[in-house]
Structures are given as C-alpha cells and as structure tokens.
C-alpha cells in the first residue's frame, strides 16, 4: 500500500466548530475566572478552536492591556486548542502595532476585518490586507462583515487576496450567497460561516466550518451539525438544525452578545453585564431565552 494511502486525511486549521467567545465582566471589570471556566467547558464539548476578542466578546469596549490579558486567559484554558485573535480599527499604523506585538502569543491566526468607518476602495482594501498579512506571524482570516465596517469587499478583492500565502481563510458575514458560493469553488480560502443562521447552507455548499455565538450552548448538537454534514447526512443534518433553528434565531432577537449573556448568567456561568453603550437583554427576551435554552426560571 502506498504511502500517500496510508497517511489519514486532515481536516484544515480553519474548519469545524469555533466559538467566538463572549468576554464576562464583574462590576465592570473583566472577570477573568469566568472566562477562563467558560472556554475550559466549552473545550470539553469538542469545539475545534477558539476566537478571542471578536465582536460577540466585545472587543471595542476594551483596552488593550484588557485585550491581551483576554488573550492569555484564553490561550491557557484553551490547553493547546487553537485560539485565533481579533484585530481591527481604522488607523493602519496602530493596527500594524497590534499585528507585530501579537507575534509573541502562540495564536493560530489573526481575524481582521476591514477599517471601519472609512470605507476605502477595493484597491486600498487589497493594500490594508496585505500590508497586515506581510506583517503577520500567522495567518489572517478575513472577517467580511459589511454592516459593521461600512466596506464591502467583492469577491475579485477576496479571490486577490487569497493568492497572499498568509491570507487563509474568511469569516463570511458578506450575506452574499453568490460570493460565498464562488469563495468555496475557487478553494483557496477556507470559508467559514460568520451568521449562524448561515451555517447549514454554508457546510452544505462545502464551506469549511463556522465561527459561531450561538454555539455558547448546545454546543454538542452545533458539533454533531458539523459532523454529519461533513459525512454528508443531509437527511440527519436537517433534523439537528431545525431543532438548532429556533435558538439561533433568539439569540439574535437583540443585538449579540446580550441575549448569549443573559443565557449564561442564568445557567450561573458569570454575571449578567456589558459594557455600554451596549445593554443587558430584555426582560421579555430572557424569558424565550430560557424556554430555548431549557433552563427553569428563577
């Protein structure tokens, strides 16, 4: 038997189940504990990796000594599960800065989406990629997200860019069907679902996994999704995400990560907190939650 026969395959880095963390606060401060809790349980429940610093955990509310000690936390508890860390801003200096001080943390990757608020052409989006790729010690995932940034990056600029060695894969929240499709077929970048409400449709088509808030909770059930849809049960697939649809879609009933945390300090995960602007979940929407998420009230 030939040596290439006998080599198991390997999924890629950028595939599977990601979580992308919430961060808990207590008394407004970082509660580092919790979170150090939160990602252990959630290894546990056989997620493929971890994103530290992303939106749901969010990053813009904190500084950034509040970031790096987030990072560190997560890389402890995560015990050698690959942890990727969000980068963004608008001032590419600054944002050089980050890439480079990143060097010396083991993450598997950088996910960085365009500057924000600015909105430059898809030329000067092509140059802020690559100059942050030429500087990365890891690669970058590409965390396309229009109705955050205000930029749309088409998929001629992504095709680009995937021609960069660093450049490897893409947190698609675009809400382009037909720009997913042609990212998957092109096959250079891995493309990961960034809506949760995508991720059946995203797998189905050949998509390499999902970064994903919802999956705080049922986490077993998003695994199972992922794994059958790679064995290409579509029969079953179907089933666990029609179950999985009903909390996905209360977790997005205001804006993320609100709902995730009423969820969690609920369950007595951590405290049920943000930073402002952004507010705690409604009362009405914590009451769905529970019902979805199988928690008596209290």
């Known amino acids: ?28 401060a970082v509660d580092y504990p919790a979170l150090a809790a939160l990602t252990t349980r959630l290894r546990a429940q056989g997620v493929s990796g971890f994103v530290a610093c992303g939106s749901t955990g969010e990053a813009a509310a904190l500084d950034k000594a509040e970031q790096l000690q987030v990072l560190e936390t997560v890389l ?119 809506e949760d409400a995508q991720i059946f449709h ?17 986490t077993p059930r998003f695994v199972e999704l992922m794994a059958l849809l790679r064995a290409g049960d579509l029969g079953e697939a179907r089933r666990v995400w029609q179950a999985l649809l009903p909390w996905i879609e209360v977790c997005f009933a205001e804006p993320n990560p609100a709902p995730l945390k009423a969820v969690l300090a609920h369950a007595g995960e951590m405290n049920n907190e943000l930073r402002a602007p952004m507010m705690a979940a409604s009362e009405a929407l914590g009451q769905r939650l529970q019902a979805q998420a199988g928690l008596s009230p209290r």
């Not at 490897?168 to 998957?184: E, F, H, R, S, V």
């Not at 995203?202 to 049922?218: F, N």
Request: hydrophobic residues 45%; contains cysteine.
């Open 1 to 28: 038997m030939s040596a290439t026969a006998t080599t198991p395959s390997r999924q890629p880095l950028f595939s599977g189940l990601w979580i992308a963390l919430v961060t808990p606060f207590k008394d407004g």
């Open 76 to 194: 402890q508890a995560a015990q050698g599960l690959p942890v990727v860390m969000g980068v963004s801003g608008y001032h590419q200096g600054q944002v050089l800065e980050q890439v480079q001080a990143l060097a010396r943390y083991p993450v598997a990757g950088l996910l960085v989406s365009a500057p924000h608020y600015i909105r430059p052409s898809q030329e000067g989006l092509l140059h802020w990629f690559r100059t942050l790729a030429d500087a990365s010690a890891v690669p970058l995932l590409v965390y396309d997200i229009p109705y955050r940034t205000g930029a749309t990056l088409s998929t001629e600029t992504l095709q680009a860019l995937a021609a960069h060695p660093r450049i490897q894969a893409i947190k698609d929240c675009g809400g382009n069907p037909a720009k997913t499709q042609a990212l998957i077929a092109d096959g250079r970048l891995q493309v990961l679902a960034g």
């Open 202 to 218: 995203t797998l189905a088509l050949g998509g390499a996994g999902a970064i994903s808030a919802s999956a705080h909770w049922q």
